[in-house]
T-cell receptor, first 114, second 114 residues
Framework: DTEVTQTPKHLVMGMTNKKSLKCEQH?????MYWYKQKAKKPPELMFV???????INESVPSRFSPECPNSSLLNLHLHALQPEDSALYLC?????????????FGQGTRLTVV | GENVEQHPSTLSVQEGDSAVIKCTYSDSASNYFPWYKQELGKRPQLIIDIRSNVGEKKDQRIAVTLNKTAKHFSLHITETQPEDSAVYFC?????????????FGPGTSLSVIP
């Protein structure tokens, strides 16, 4: 299984809503990532989890709250988002013990904030 | 921090011709250089990668070259086909003890004209 699965595929939410994005992988990867991608731009790193611990927070606003409940799951909790947060949110994972690692991306959640 | 530049931003070629995309990186400690292809509405997918101890790597119609001294690396696609049309991202990363932080270039939109 070389899949990273993200749900939902599409999400429309109001600025006062609370929602969560989910990501799952069963490749035994111990590093998991959240990226944000705007149209015609490269993926932009938000968070890195290593062995279920938050290792990198790229100065992301607190309205985005990541969570890694176990080695296979990664969540991104959303609260009080702004319209400019509308983007494709990509989850990725990679192996821990190999210095040179391929990141496997999920299909993404296309988020629209209204 | 690492900065990756990529040229051209758009590239249009006739089917069967070759396409070349060039990237430069700023951090001499970077030693892993993946290339990702992202079709419209799809996830980024690794197509080829190269490590800093290798100067060239080829996989069928795709090849990557690396000049560590000049901090340049390039993607070469030969005998292009319409299905090669996509956005291509180069990237650079440094070894970490438990995870990789991949820095993407801004992307090249390749169009292959039948």
């Amino acid at each position: 299984d070389t899949e990273v699965t993200q749900t939902p595929k599409h999400l429309v939410m109001g600025m006062t809503n609370k929602k969560s994005l989910k990501c799952e992988q069963h490749m035994g990867h111990r590093a998991m990532y959240w990226y944000k991608q705007k149209a015609k731009k490269p993926p932009e790193l938000m968070f890195v989890y290593s062995y279920e611990k938050l290792s990198i927070n790229e100065s992301v606003p607190s309205r985005f709250s990541p969570e890694c409940p176990n080695s296979s799951l990664l969540n991104l909790h959303l609260h009080a988002l702004q319209p400019e947060d509308s983007a494709l949110y990509l989850c990725a994972s990679s192996r821990q013990w190999n210095v040179y690692t391929e990141a496997f991306f999920g299909q993404g959640t296309r988020l629209t904030v209204v | 921090g690492e900065n990756v530049e990529q040229h051209p931003s758009t590239l249009s070629v006739q089917e069967g011709d070759s396409a070349v995309i060039k990237c430069t990186y700023s951090d001499s400690a970077s030693n892993y250089f993946p290339w990702y292809k992202q079709e419209l509405g799809k996830r980024p997918q690794l197509i080829i990668d190269i490590r800093s101890n290798v100067g060239e790597k080829k996989d069928q119609r795709i090849a990557v070259t690396l000049n560590k001294t000049a901090k340049h690396f390039s993607l070469h696609i030969t005998e292009t086909q319409p299905e090669d049309s996509a956005v291509y991202f180069c990237a650079a990363s440094k070894p970490k003890t438990s995870y990789d932080k991949v820095i993407f270039g801004p992307g090249t939109s390749l169009s292959v004209i039948p």
